[in-house]
C-alpha cells in the first residue's frame, strides 16, 4: 500500500492526562457563588451561619439562643438570659473566629448579643 491509498494518514493518538478530580465538592460551595448571583448571597450566609452556630457554641448554649439577624458582618443573637448575654459577649470574638473557621472564610466581623422576647426555641411573632 503507498500512501496514495490510504485516505487519511496514521497518526498517533495523543495521550490524555487523568483528570485532576478534586474530590467531592461541598454544596454550600456551589451555592454561595449561585445565590450570589441571583441576589441572595447575604440570605446565604445568614444560613450558613445559622447552621454552623449550633456546631461552635454546642448544643446547651444553641438551645438558650437563636440567630436573629446577620447583616454586613456583624451576627445578632438572642438568648434566654441576661447572664448567657454577658457570657457569650466576653467571647464573642472567639466564637466570631470559630464561625469563621467553620464557614471557611471570614464572614462574621462582630457578634451582637440581646435577651429574646420570646424563648429561643420558640419563634418571635
Known amino acids: 500500500m503507498t500512501s496514495e491509498d490510504t485516505p487519511y494518514e ?4 495523543p495521550r490524555r492526562r ?6 467531592p465538592t ?4 456551589l451555592m454561595v ?4 448571583r441571583l441576589g441572595l448571597k ?3 450566609r445568614q444560613v450558613q451561619v445559622t447552621l454552623a452556630w ?12 437563636r440567630v436573629v439577624n446577620f447583616a454586613r458582618g456583624k451576627l445578632t443573637v438572642e438568648t434566654a438570659s441576661p447572664a448567657l448575654s454577658h457570657q457569650l459577649r466576653l467571647q464573642r470574638l472567639d466564637i466570631a473566629a470559630r464561625l469563621n473557621l467553620a464557614i471557611g472564610e471570614r464572614v462574621v466581623g462582630d457578634i451582637s448579643f440581646r435577651l429574646a422576647t420570646s424563648p429561643p426555641g420558640e419563634k418571635p411573632a
Open 33 to 36: 457563588p449561585a445565590l450570589a
Open 10 to 13: 496514521s497518526r498517533p493518538r
Open 54 to 65: 449550633e456546631r461552635v457554641v454546642g448544643e446547651g448554649v444553641a438551645r438558650q439562643s
Open 18 to 23: 487523568p483528570s485532576q478530580d478534586p474530590g
Open 26 to 29: 461541598a454544596l454550600a460551595d
Open 42 to 44: 447575604t440570605r446565604a
